[in-house]
């Protein structure tokens, strides 16, 4: 399941964690400044539930960090700048600039928690079989 079409799942929150946009919300300087994108910690209890014991939710969220103890397996699709660079092209320029800023935090992150790393610059298949072998073990 992609976090980002779980419906309730992720959203733009606020410092108090309420609800202020979805994926629909224009990037501004504010907005990045004031909130987060972030999962609701209700729904994701939920989703957990309904995806079973074999489920894959597939996304980030500035809060990932608070729900992390609730997955079996962390997995790390590991990518360098200029792969990220062109992979969130189309993205307005205020999310790129978030993007890029996050991303060596994000993965040092996931590194310290255990994730499994997997090299997201190889063609989709290759990482999707590689996902795949991984949860077959």
């Known amino acids: 399941m992609d ?3 779980a419906d309730g799942l992720a959203g733009w929150m606020n410092a108090d964690g309420q609800v202020v946009g979805d994926s629909s919300a224009i990037p501004t300087p504010e907005l990045l400044k004031d909130c987060y994108w972030g999962w609701s910690p209700l729904r994701i209890d939920q989703l957990i539930t309904d995806l079973g014991p074999r489920g ?4 980030i969220a500035a809060n990932q960090w608070d729900y992390l103890r609730r997955f079996d397996d962390l997995v790390l699709l590991e990518l360098d700048a200029d792969t990220q ?3 969130v092209s189309a993205r307005h320029p205020l999310f790129q600039e978030q993007i890029r800023a996050g991303l060596p935090v994000f993965q040092a992150r996931m590194i310290e928690h255990g994730a499994l ?3 997201a610059t190889r063609p989709t298949t290759a990482i999707a079989q590689a996902v795949i072998a991984h949860l077959r073990d």
């Open 56 to 59: 894959v939710l597939l996304g």
């Open 117 to 119: 790393r997997i090299s």
């Open 3 to 5: 976090a980002d079409e």
């Open 85 to 87: 660079r062109e992979r």
